[in-house]
């Protein structure tokens, strides 16, 4: 583990962004601040944080899209993500997951329990290696189909569509492939994406399993890839090669 923690904190309030800065440095971290996403990706042209710290509500474009950018984005998809608002709603935080964010946290909320959310939310990121490894330590591993490109972290439909995964979709979707043709309910499919407890991230299975049978093209209301077993959980159904 590393001697400091390098967090990024994209928040427009200058007084919150100095509190945040100040308690954070006080505890050892590394710390840079942004007030919008330009000085964002101005600040990680050269410089590369373990976590950004971001605001929901941003001006220009919002920290729910440029959470997506960076989830996306092969340079920042590593980078740990948790987003920060003064909006409790539940759809809120499932959209903030849904485009990749690690971890939500409501304003306003204590230094101390931020501090324990970073520290969690790195250990997590840290361990990412082991996440279920694919079978057979392929790079590409085919099913009905469909190629999923591991190093490149994107999807190749049968049609040859690159179709790019989020990194919360990425490894859900290989968690899948390495139980293939198994029932897995919520709790065990928390477990095995090293997501937190699960009263928290229940709903969030939930609407990342409905963004893979978009990804895949699977009709909602009759899946043939992901198959909901009632009672039991989710089952992908397929044949990999």
Same mark, same amino acid.
């Given at each position: 583990?590393?001697?400091? +923690?390098?967090?990024?904190?994209?928040?427009?309030?200058?007084?919150?962004?100095?509190?945040?800065?100040?308690?954070?440095?006080?505890?050892?971290?590394?710390?840079?601040?942004?007030?919008?996403?330009?000085?964002?990706?101005?600040?990680?042209?050269?410089?590369?944080?373990?976590?950004?710290?971001?605001?929901?509500?941003?001006?220009?474009?919002?920290?729910?899209?440029?959470?997506?950018?960076?989830?996306? +984005?092969?340079?920042?998809?590593?980078?740990?993500?948790?987003?920060?608002?003064?909006?409790?709603?539940?759809?809120?935080?499932?959209?903030?997951?849904?485009?990749?964010?690690? +971890?939500?946290?409501?304003?306003?909320?204590?230094?101390?329990?931020?501090?324990?959310?970073?520290?969690?939310?790195?250990?997590?990121?840290?361990?990412?290696?082991?996440?279920?490894?694919?079978?057979?330590?392929?790079?590409?591993?085919?099913?009905?189909?469909?190629?999923?490109?591991?190093?490149?972290?994107?999807?190749?439909?049968?049609?040859?569509?690159?179709?790019?995964?989020?990194?919360?979709?990425?490894?859900?979707?290989?968690?899948?492939?390495?139980?293939?043709?198994?029932?897995?309910?919520?709790?065990?499919?928390?477990?095995?994406?090293?997501?937190?407890?699960?009263?928290?991230?229940?709903?969030?299975?939930?609407?990342?399993?409905?963004?893979?049978?978009?990804?895949?093209?699977?009709?909602?209301?009759?899946?043939?890839?992901?198959?909901?077993?009632?009672?039991?959980?989710?089952?992908?159904?397929?044949?990999?090669?």
């Amino acid at each position: 583990m590393p001697d400091f +923690d390098k967090i990024l904190i994209v928040e427009d309030d200058r007084e919150t962004r100095t509190l945040i800065r100040e308690y954070l440095e006080d505890n050892g971290c590394q710390v840079r601040e942004a007030g919008d996403g330009r000085q964002m990706w101005e600040i990680l042209s050269q410089w590369e944080p373990d976590l950004i710290l971001m605001d929901l509500m941003l001006p220009g474009e919002d920290g729910l899209m440029l959470c997506k950018r960076l989830s996306v +984005d092969e340079t920042t998809r590593n980078i740990a993500i948790i987003m920060l608002t003064a909006r409790g709603d539940e759809m809120d935080r499932i959209l903030g997951l849904e485009m990749g964010a690690d +971890d939500y946290l409501s304003k306003p909320f204590s230094s101390r329990e931020l501090l324990a959310r970073i520290r969690s939310v790195l250990r997590r990121a840290r361990s990412s290696t082991r996440v279920p490894a694919a079978p057979k330590e392929r790079e590409e591993i085919r099913f009905n189909g469909w190629t999923l490109r591991l190093s490149a972290r994107h999807l190749l439909s049968p049609d040859g569509v690159i179709v790019d995964l989020t990194k919360g979709e990425m490894i859900l979707l290989q968690v899948f492939l390495h139980h293939p043709n198994e029932a897995l309910d919520r709790d065990r499919l928390t477990e095995l994406c090293h997501a937190r407890e699960a009263t928290v991230f229940d709903r969030s299975i939930d609407v990342q399993v409905g963004r893979l049978r978009k990804r895949l093209r699977d009709d909602p209301k009759n899946p043939t890839f992901i198959k909901t077993v009632w009672g039991k959980g989710y089952m992908l159904t397929a044949e990999i090669a």
